[in-house]
């Protein structure tokens, strides 16, 4: 036969005066469990979206704020004054983005090209929370949204150009035409997202080209080299001889004028003398002849004029009758 021992609680055998001091700290457990539910405080870059038993209630803003405690009001903290970024096709060392995944990099960064070429394209995009109501509310999950947006975009973009474009001469197009469209469509989905900057990281070939395509863009700015080159070279050359030419042009011009100017100095001298010639032909006449035997007579030597009426000119030779 058992035995059962059963245990019987007498209130004569407890002492209650041992649950005093546990009864004098429960309010002041529940003073300070009120205190801790009920105050927080919103840091300057954030700002709180209050959500009473998960419905929005109302903002809270920088500084000390109140909730109603126990879990019936709960704070979501937004960074509305920090900007956010997003890296597709890799990550950098410190960049964390729960989604972002090393086996979806590649097909991340994968590309067809307008003209069905392949390219490796890596962006990076700058963002901020303009409107935290709908960033919590409008969309299930807004950052995710958001790289699937943006890997759409910029698919459509890149899609549209050529690989050269995309490589090399179109990546400013390609920025501000992606960042316009992730804008447009951030705004149509609702996402409370301000878009500040698309950049592109590193554009290059596929790997298996990789070394040809290098080859090829050496070859070009080579190329580019040597018109740059001649470029220098023509406008050394061209300027210089321009200047020779007008200068012999100038040379020239003047050296006309100047004969002009003789030929009409000459003829303004010839017609003042052929005014006074006709005024008195003798007196001319006589004044040229003067002038001209003055010329003339010292360059035939030693002369002797004699009058008609002379009979010898042996008195005027000074013969010598020395040998």
Same mark, same amino acid.
């Given at each position: 036969?058992?035995?059962?021992?059963?245990?019987?609680?007498?209130?004569?055998?407890?002492?209650?005066?041992?649950?005093?001091?546990?009864?004098? =700290?429960?309010? +002041?457990? =529940?003073?300070?469990?009120?205190?801790?539910?009920?105050?927080?405080?919103?840091?300057?870059?954030?700002?709180?979206?209050?959500?009473?038993?998960?419905?929005?209630?109302?903002?809270?803003?920088?500084?000390?704020?109140?909730?109603?405690?126990?879990?019936?009001?709960?704070?979501?903290?937004? /960074?509305?004054?920090?900007?956010?970024?997003? &890296?597709?096709?890799?990550?950098?060392?410190?960049?964390?983005?729960?989604?972002?995944?090393?086996?979806?990099? /590649?097909?991340?960064?994968?590309?067809?090209?307008?003209?069905?070429?392949?390219? $490796?394209?890596?962006?990076?995009?700058?963002?901020?929370?303009?409107?935290?109501?709908?960033?919590?509310?409008?969309?299930?999950?807004?950052?995710?949204?958001?790289?699937?947006?943006?890997?759409?975009?910029?698919?459509?973009?890149?899609?549209?150009?050529? +690989?050269?474009?995309?490589?090399?001469?179109?990546?400013?197009?390609?920025?501000?035409?992606?960042?316009?469209?992730?804008?447009?469509?951030?705004?149509?989905?609702?996402?409370?997202?301000?878009?500040?900057?698309?950049? $592109?990281?590193?554009?290059?070939?596929?790997?298996?080209?990789?070394? #040809?395509?290098?080859?090829?863009?050496?070859?070009?700015?080579?190329?580019?080299?040597?018109?740059?080159?001649?470029?220098?070279?023509?406008?050394?050359?061209?300027?210089?001889?321009?200047?020779?030419?007008?200068?012999?042009?100038?040379?020239?011009?003047?050296?006309?004028?100047?004969?002009?100017?003789?030929?009409?100095?000459?003829?303004?001298?010839?017609?003042?003398?052929?005014?006074?010639?006709?005024?008195?032909?003798?007196?001319?006449?006589?004044?040229?002849?003067?002038?001209?035997?003055? &010329?003339?007579?010292?360059?035939?030597?030693?002369?002797?004029?004699?009058?008609?009426?002379? #009979?010898? +000119?042996?008195?005027?030779?000074?013969?010598?009758?020395?040998?």
């Amino acid at each position: 036969m058992v035995q059962r021992n059963e245990f019987r609680f007498d209130p004569n055998d407890f002492d209650f005066k041992k649950l005093k001091p546990l009864l004098f =700290l429960l309010p +002041v457990v =529940l003073v300070l469990w009120l205190v801790y539910t009920s105050v927080y405080t919103v840091q300057a870059e954030m700002e709180g979206i209050v959500q009473r038993f998960g419905r929005y209630a109302r903002p809270a803003y920088p500084g000390l704020n109140f909730k109603i405690p126990f879990g019936i009001e709960e704070v979501t903290m937004v /960074p509305v004054k920090r900007q956010l970024k997003q &890296e597709f096709g890799f990550a950098t060392s410190g960049y964390t983005d729960k989604w972002q995944a090393s086996s979806e990099q /590649p097909l991340e960064r994968s590309m067809v090209t307008g003209d069905l070429n392949a390219a $490796l394209v890596e962006w990076v995009i700058q963002y901020r929370v303009e409107d935290p109501k709908a960033f919590l509310f409008k969309v299930r999950e807004p950052k995710d949204t958001l790289r699937d947006i943006s890997e759409a975009v910029m698919r459509t973009v890149v899609g549209d150009r050529t +690989v050269d474009e995309v490589i090399t001469i179109g990546r400013q197009e390609i920025e501000a035409a992606a960042l316009e469209m992730l804008q447009m469509a951030v705004n149509k989905y609702e996402l409370g997202l301000s878009i500040d900057q698309v950049q $592109l990281k590193n554009v290059n070939p596929p790997t298996p080209v990789q070394a #040809s395509f290098n080859e090829v863009n050496q070859a070009q700015q080579e190329r580019e080299q040597m018109i740059n080159e001649a470029n220098g070279q023509y406008n050394r050359e061209v300027p210089r001889a321009r200047g020779e030419a007008d200068q012999k042009i100038q040379a020239a011009e003047g050296y006309a004028l100047k004969r002009v100017n003789e030929a009409d100095g000459d003829v303004a001298r010839f017609n003042a003398l052929l005014k006074e010639f006709l005024k008195a032909p003798e007196v001319t006449k006589r004044r040229i002849y003067i002038e001209t035997m003055k &010329e003339v007579i010292p360059k035939l030597g030693k002369k002797i004029i004699i009058d008609d009426k002379a #009979s010898s +000119v042996l008195p005027l030779l000074q013969l010598s009758t020395d040998k």
